[in-house]
Each structure stands twice: as structure tokens, then as C-alpha cells.
């Protein structure tokens, strides 16, 4: 592939910084209470979206390592175990660029289709190793009340993320 000859071009360093400032932005939102609307304590999870579709645009090269600038992020500032949502993160980067330059075609169904598979994914992993195995009043109830419905709001953002990166994009492709 050309990813070197096209690393030093102005138009490609402008927008990967403008791409690394939005997913600074986003974490910040989704991690200072406030900032962004949680009907009924629901919170979103805004980086999974937005890294989902920057990935989607830059391809697997650079989505690896937006994957990893959002899951670091995450773990930096989380005061659960390390390493998982930098995997976790990394793995959907590359696998969205992947998919889309080899398999599938870059448009809104298809970015609603990974968030989706990967919210509920991630949704349900952070129950199972942090929440299931702590007694509480009923673990389907809590799936159903806070993870479940938080992958559904995050899911209802992804046009949000989806049609702001496409303008960036194409505006310094």
C-alpha cells in the first residue's frame, strides 16, 4: 500500500490531528459527568462510535492506532484493569478498517452494523468481568437496566459520528 508516501502529506497530517483532537474531545465527554446528556442515569459510550468510524475512513493502518489512543485513554482514567479496553479498542480499530477496505462498503449501514456488534460486545464483557460475578439485587436487571440500554443509546449516536467524520474526511482527503 502507499500509507508512507501519503503519511507526509499536509491535507493527511491536518486531519488525523483534527481526528486525534475529536476522539480527546469525546473521551472527555463521555468521562466528566454533565457534559453529556444520561437520561435516567443511562451513559453512552462514545468512543466506541467515533473510533468505529474514524477507523472506517482511515483504514486498518491508522485504525490501530486510533483504537489504541481511545482504549488507552480509557484504561488511563479507569480504575478497573489495564490492558482491556486498549485491546478491546485496538481490535475494533482494525477490524472496521479491515472490513472496509477489503470486504465491505464504507457507508452508514455498515458503521451501524459494527457499532452495533461491538457495543453489545463490549457492553456485556464489562458486565461479565466486573458486574456479574459481584452480588447484587438481580444481574439480568442490572444487564437490562444499564449495559443493555447504554449499547442501545450509543447505537442511536452512531449518524452523529458517522456523518461528522465523513465532512472531515472529505474535506482533507
Known sequence: MKYISLLGEKNTII??????????????????????????????????PLTICVCMFEREFAGVFYGLLAGAMLDAFSAQTL??????????????????????????????????????????????????TKESISPVYVYFRYFFTSAVYTILLTPLYYFLVRFISKELK
Open 15 to 48: 486531519r488525523r490531528a483534527i481526528l486525534a483532537a475529536l476522539t480527546v474531545l469525546t473521551f472527555t465527554f463521555q468521562n466528566t459527568d454533565g457534559l453529556f446528556p444520561s437520561p435516567f442515569g443511562i451513559s453512552a459510550f462514545l468512543l466506541i
Open 83 to 132: 490492558i482491556f479496553n486498549s485491546l478491546f479498542f485496538t481490535v475494533i480499530g482494525f477490524a472496521a478498517g479491515s472490513l472496509i477496505t477489503y470486504l465491505m462498503r464504507n457507508n452508514l449501514l455498515c458503521a451501524t452494523i459494527f457499532v452495533s456488534v461491538a457495543t453489545f460486545v463490549y457492553a456485556t464483557l464489562i458486565f461479565f468481568f466486573y458486574y456479574a
